[in-house]
Protein backbone atom coordinates (compact mmCIF):
# COMPACT_ATOMS: atom_id res chain seq x y z
CA UNK A 1 0.00 0.00 0.00
CA UNK A 2 1.01 3.82 -0.95
CA UNK A 3 0.54 6.27 1.18
CA UNK A 4 -0.28 10.10 -0.61
CA UNK A 5 0.31 13.25 0.92
CA UNK A 6 -0.54 16.59 -1.67
CA UNK A 7 0.66 20.05 -0.58
CA UNK A 8 1.49 23.37 -2.61
CA UNK A 9 -2.22 24.39 -3.24
CA UNK A 10 -3.07 27.78 -2.23
CA UNK A 11 -4.68 31.17 -3.17
CA UNK A 12 -3.74 32.35 -6.49
CA UNK A 13 -4.70 35.40 -8.94
CA UNK A 14 -6.00 34.88 -12.33
CA UNK A 15 -2.84 34.39 -14.44
CA UNK A 16 -0.56 32.91 -11.81
CA UNK A 17 0.81 30.05 -11.22
CA UNK A 18 0.99 27.09 -8.84
CA UNK A 19 2.98 23.99 -8.28
CA UNK A 20 1.19 21.14 -6.28
CA UNK A 21 3.66 18.26 -5.06
CA UNK A 22 2.31 14.65 -3.97
CA UNK A 23 4.51 12.76 -1.37
CA UNK A 24 4.99 8.98 -1.62
CA UNK A 25 5.52 6.50 0.94
CA UNK A 26 4.93 3.35 1.95
CA UNK A 27 6.10 1.27 -1.57
CA UNK A 28 7.77 1.33 -4.24
CA UNK A 29 6.99 5.23 -6.02
CA UNK A 30 7.95 3.90 -9.60
CA UNK A 31 5.73 0.73 -9.21
CA UNK A 32 2.45 2.68 -9.63
CA UNK A 33 1.54 4.88 -12.39
CA UNK A 34 0.44 8.25 -11.04
CA UNK A 35 -2.49 11.37 -11.79
CA UNK A 36 -3.95 13.93 -10.82
CA UNK A 37 -7.66 14.37 -10.31
CA UNK A 38 -9.89 17.64 -9.36
CA UNK A 39 -13.04 18.32 -7.57
CA UNK A 40 -15.00 21.74 -7.45
CA UNK A 41 -17.63 22.40 -5.03
CA UNK A 42 -20.73 20.50 -6.47
CA UNK A 43 -19.32 18.46 -9.35
CA UNK A 44 -17.95 15.54 -10.07
CA UNK A 45 -14.09 14.49 -9.65
CA UNK A 46 -12.67 14.79 -12.63
CA UNK A 47 -9.42 14.10 -14.47
CA UNK A 48 -6.59 16.69 -15.02
CA UNK A 49 -3.42 14.66 -16.10
CA UNK A 50 -1.51 11.56 -15.97
CA UNK A 51 1.78 10.31 -16.11
CA UNK A 52 3.68 6.11 -16.62
CA UNK A 53 5.26 4.79 -14.62
CA UNK A 54 8.80 6.02 -15.89
CA UNK A 55 7.65 9.19 -16.51
CA UNK A 56 7.90 8.60 -20.48
CA UNK A 57 4.38 9.11 -21.37
CA UNK A 58 1.83 11.78 -20.34
CA UNK A 59 -1.60 12.70 -20.50
CA UNK A 60 -3.79 15.36 -19.93
CA UNK A 61 -7.64 16.71 -20.01
CA UNK A 62 -8.20 19.60 -23.25
CA UNK A 63 -9.09 21.70 -19.73
CA UNK A 64 -5.54 22.02 -18.38
CA UNK A 65 -3.47 21.26 -22.06
CA UNK A 66 -0.87 23.81 -22.65
CA UNK A 67 -1.15 25.14 -19.44
CA UNK A 68 -0.07 22.22 -16.80
CA UNK A 69 2.43 19.91 -16.54
CA UNK A 70 3.07 16.70 -14.85
CA UNK A 71 6.04 15.05 -13.54
CA UNK A 72 7.16 12.90 -11.06
CA UNK A 73 10.42 12.32 -9.54
CA UNK A 74 11.11 8.54 -8.57
CA UNK A 75 14.49 8.93 -7.18
CA UNK A 76 12.51 11.32 -4.02
CA UNK A 77 9.21 9.81 -4.36
CA UNK A 78 7.48 12.76 -5.67
CA UNK A 79 4.65 13.66 -8.21
CA UNK A 80 4.25 17.09 -9.69
CA UNK A 81 1.84 19.61 -10.99
CA UNK A 82 3.24 22.38 -12.65
CA UNK A 83 0.16 24.81 -13.20
CA UNK A 84 0.11 28.15 -15.55
CA UNK A 85 -2.10 30.63 -16.46
CA UNK A 86 -4.41 29.65 -13.86
CA UNK A 87 -8.25 30.93 -14.47
CA UNK A 88 -10.93 31.17 -11.87
CA UNK A 89 -12.56 27.71 -13.60
CA UNK A 90 -9.51 25.89 -11.86
CA UNK A 91 -10.68 26.28 -8.49
CA UNK A 92 -11.30 22.90 -6.63
CA UNK A 93 -9.49 20.35 -4.56
CA UNK A 94 -6.93 18.60 -6.41
CA UNK A 95 -5.73 15.43 -5.55
CA UNK A 96 -3.16 12.59 -6.63
CA UNK A 97 -3.77 9.11 -6.81
CA UNK A 98 -2.12 5.98 -7.75
CA UNK A 99 -2.26 2.60 -9.65
CA UNK A 100 -0.23 -0.61 -9.88
CA UNK A 101 -2.42 -1.81 -12.50
CA UNK A 102 -3.21 0.80 -15.57
CA UNK A 103 -3.44 4.28 -16.24
CA UNK A 104 -6.57 5.42 -17.65
CA UNK A 105 -8.79 9.09 -17.14
CA UNK A 106 -11.13 6.76 -14.75
CA UNK A 107 -11.15 7.91 -11.48
CA UNK A 108 -11.95 3.73 -10.76
CA UNK A 109 -8.90 3.00 -11.75
CA UNK A 110 -6.97 4.23 -9.37
CA UNK A 111 -6.47 2.24 -5.73
CA UNK A 112 -5.08 4.99 -4.00
CA UNK A 113 -5.69 8.46 -3.28
CA UNK A 114 -4.38 11.57 -1.03
CA UNK A 115 -6.49 13.81 1.20
CA UNK A 116 -6.38 16.76 -1.43
CA UNK A 117 -5.14 20.10 -1.72
CA UNK A 118 -7.23 23.37 -2.29
CA UNK A 119 -6.17 25.67 -5.34
CA UNK A 120 -8.40 28.52 -4.97
CA UNK A 121 -8.06 31.08 -8.28
CA UNK A 122 -9.42 34.68 -8.18
CA UNK A 123 -10.61 36.63 -10.62
Known amino acids: QVQLVESGGGLVQAGGSLRLSCAAS????????MAWFRQAPGKEREFVASISWTGGSTNYADSVKGRFAVSRDNAKNTLYLQMNTLKPEDTAVYYC????????????????WGQGTQVTVSS
Open 97 to 112: AASRISITNSPRTYQY
Open 26 to 33: GRTFSNYA
